[in-house]
């Protein structure tokens, strides 16, 4: 009877002291304003119709046609026009028969590329467009695309639209992307409401040989508790960060870019791989040299706030864009004109 008595003291006590842990966590991320990704919905206003995506059976979804007004925070103002194709303009639509006919540069990547944040006439694909006036500049940049989005846009239009140059922009953060994380799961949680999303993802098979996979939607699957508590709610994310370690995303997406060199080459097409982030760029710079893909770091050594627009989201503005066409520009010139 002691022993038992002695047991129950111990799991009362322990039991209230988890109790006091949970309930001191709670009061911590609250104090410093933790909120999770769920219940931040970005304060994002598009006119006109309030969506700014649309669901596409390949990519997942793309942009919707149209000029756009979006408003970040209430107060920062940027204007996309997207044609019918739904990639966005490099330059003025009555231009359109100036270019038709002339000789193709795509510009390929994420919401960088798009230039989410800033108007038509401040993107990098608009400034390469004004800089090579013998090209017809096309920019398949989307907003939460990653490397496996490219391979896919390059898969379903070539050879009808075959382009004589690639500029494929590539960041650490697009591996996560291409291999649909748990992470990556969590961030979008909060972005359906500006339209239909799913999204396609890699994976290897056992022979390291890649496998796309297309999720019927973008789900992530909370803990029971983690809408109510964010401790159990940034637990889960702890959680799940560190079993993202053990996915393939590297591999993954280094079987992604030998495919878009393997096509590229079959097609005679002069591949450059521009480098937008600092983080990884050694690894990525290594594995180029390697596999004889042309490179370019055009990434700030710190992403500098007066680059951005800080504090409405961290999406380089309009001198964050003529920082990357600083470095980007010379090198294309020196490539093309080999």
């Not at 989005?149 to 494929?168: A, D, F, G, Y």
Request: charged share 20%; aromatic share 12%; with cysteine.
């Amino acid at each position: 009877m002691k022993r038992k008595k002695i047991l129950v003291k111990y799991f009362i006590s322990y039991l209230i002291l988890i109790s006091l842990l949970f309930l001191l966590g709670e009061i911590s991320l609250r104090i410093f304003n933790f909120t999770p990704y769920f219940a931040s919905k970005p304060n994002i206003e598009v006119l006109p119709g309030g969506t700014y995506i649309q669901k596409d059976s390949i990519l997942g979804y793309a942009h919707l046609p149209g000029k756009f007004k979006v408003i970040l925070q209430n107060e920062h103002t940027f204007e996309t026009t997207h044609l019918p194709s739904t990639l966005r303009i490099t330059y003025p639509i009555d231009s359109h028969y100036l270019y038709k006919e002339r000789p193709k540069m795509w510009i390929m990547g994420c919401s960088v590329m798009h230039g989410w944040g800033v108007n038509d006439e401040e993107t990098l694909p608009w400034l390469i467009q004004k800089e090579f006036a013998e090209f017809e500049v096309i920019n398949w940049g989307v907003s939460g695309y990653g490397t496996l989005h490219s391979l896919l846009q390059l898969e379903n239009n070539l050879p009808e639209n075959k382009p004589n140059t690639i500029v494929l922009a590539y960041g650490q953060f697009h591996q996560m992307r291409n291999v649909f994380s748990r992470e990556r799961r969590r961030h979008v949680m909060s972005w359906g409401h500006l339209g239909l999303l799913n999204q396609p993802y890699g994976k290897l098979d056992s022979d390291g040989k890649l496998i796309i996979h297309q999720s019927d939607k973008l789900v992530h699957q909370l803990w029971k508790g983690a809408k109510t508590f964010r401790v159990i709610y940034y637990g889960q994310a702890l959680i799940e960060k560190f079993l993202d370690f053990f996915d393939d995303r590297k591999k993954v997406t280094e079987q992604i870019l030998l495919r878009i060199k393997h096509i590229c080459a079959k097609n005679n097409i002069e591949l450059v791989l521009a480098n937008i982030e600092g983080v990884g760029a050694e690894h990525i710079e290594k594995f180029c040299g390697k596999n004889q893909i042309s490179f370019v770091d055009i990434s700030w050594d710190v992403w500098d706030e007066k680059y951005t627009n800080h504090p409405y989201d961290g999406h380089p503005n309009a001198k964050g864009h003529l920082l990357f066409a600083e470095k980007l520009l010379p090198f294309l010139r020196n490539q093309i004109e080999k």
